[in-house]
């Protein structure tokens, strides 16, 4: 029901968005924004940070492959690959084209959306941000994004801690599978620890990376496990939403 309303407030003001109207435009952009945060937060267990989910040059939305810097370094590591679900990166794509066309658009009214998308497509500032219109001077600026914002915009759809997706996705393992302890009785589509804890970006219990050079995970199963988390969101009621009217 979450998502569906989500779903139901981006589709009407696509079906009434006029460029004559700026303030349905900056509603319709956060609105998506709101959809995309979400998803990415589940498809990704990335880390509540000030620059959530970083930049579009961090996304191959051909391959799926996701780089993700959301902590601070550790040892050898800066960050971790992951891929993501494939209908996550068709939406991805269509937000691109949707940025694309109005940059363009925007940059030849001398609107500020337009320098705001222009940046987001050149990887200058993160993929996700939201907008405020100044009514009085028609301006439009970028918010400042921290996890009191983001919490308390996220709220009015789930009333949750913000790192309640990295919990959800943990939920998925099966402490009892692993690389090297697999069970045979246990389900086969069960899902190994080690699988869940590389995609979170945890260490083992040496502090190694979970793919370093002695790993004997394949990249295979984070391939597979983003196949997983394909499935889950589409159940949840995720699905591919066209900008364009």
């Known amino acids: 029901p979450i998502i569906e309303e989500l779903k139901k407030n981006i589709l009407e003001k696509i079906g009434k968005t006029s460029f004559l109207k700026l303030g349905d435009f900056v509603e319709l952009h956060n609105f998506f924004t709101d959809y995309l945060y979400i998803w990415l937060s589940i ?16 996304i191959d939305t051909r391959t799926g492959l996701y780089f993700i810097s959301d902590k601070e370094v550790q040892q050898d590591t800066i960050g971790r690959f992951i891929y993501l679900p494939a209908i996550l990166c068709q939406q991805i794509d269509e937000y691109i084209k949707f940025i694309k066309g109005n940059a363009s658009l925007f940059n030849k009214l001398g609107n500020d959306i337009g320098l705001i998308y222009t940046n987001i497509l050149d990887g200058n500032i993160g993929l996700v941000c939201y907008l405020k219109l100044d009514e009085a001077t028609s301006t439009v600026t970028r918010l400042k994004l921290d996890n009191a914002f983001l919490k308390k915009r996220i709220s009015a759809y789930i009333s949750l801690p913000l790192n309640w997706p990295r919990h959800y996705i943990r939920s998925l393992q099966n402490e009892h ?32 990376s979970f793919y370093d050079r002695f790993s004997g995970l394949k990249r295979s199963e984070l391939r597979a496990f983003a196949q997983t988390i394909n499935e889950l969101t589409k159940d949840i009621g995720f699905k591919l939403i066209k900008l364009e009217h």
């Open 43 to 58: 498809a990704s267990g990335y880390r509540p940070v000030n620059e959530p989910f970083g930049r579009l040059s961090d």
């Open 177 to 208: 599978i692993g690389k090297y302890s697999f069970d045979p009785s246990l389900n086969k589509d069960s899902i190994g620890y080690d699988v869940v804890s590389a995609w979170m970006g945890h260490s083992d219990e040496l502090g190694y």
